[in-house]
């Protein structure tokens, strides 16, 4: 059995369960895993050249979730508490419903932290949605971003035979 493979494979999944959850570093993740798994192998499966333009992607990935959360909160002047309220509202929201709960319980955090730092409730709603619009777009291209990565590996990997 090749336990490279199986411990590269670990990271991948934790990197791919990453792209959805705020806790875990999706992209960079399935990087390491990639890069684990090229190191492991002399580089001979997956060169250097390829991790070089993964990381690229990974850094692309990391810099639209930022840009993404950051235009969200700057557009819509979103509070501190309502940070805070889509912080616990997503994880509290994940515990009970998973990746649904989370999303659902990130738009009732920043809804209710809104409120509560004063906010009327049209605003409340705008500042939500905004903020899930963007962490939906970053999900996509980071989904985008991981596909082209494992499509890759696993083309290689099956090449390799």
Known sequence: ?????????????????????????????V?????????STDF???????????GFLT??????????????????????????????GGVAGFFILSVIGMIIGQFIGILVGEILAGKNFKNSIKSGTASLVGYLLSTVVNIIIVGIMLGYFLFRLVARG
């Open 1 to 29: 059995m090749d336990y490279y493979l199986l411990i590269s494979g670990i990271i991948i999944v934790l990197g791919i369960v990453g792209i959805f959850t705020a806790f875990l570093p999706g992209t960079l993740l």
């Open 31 to 39: 990087l390491a895993g990639i890069i684990f798994y090229g190191w």
């Open 44 to 54: 001979t499966v997956i060169s250097i050249k390829m991790i070089i333009f993964f």
């Open 59 to 88: 850094l692309a990935g990391i810099l639209f979730d930022y840009l993404a959360s950051f235009i969200s909160a700057k557009r819509y002047n979103i509070s501190t508490k309502g940070i805070w309220g889509m912080l616990l």
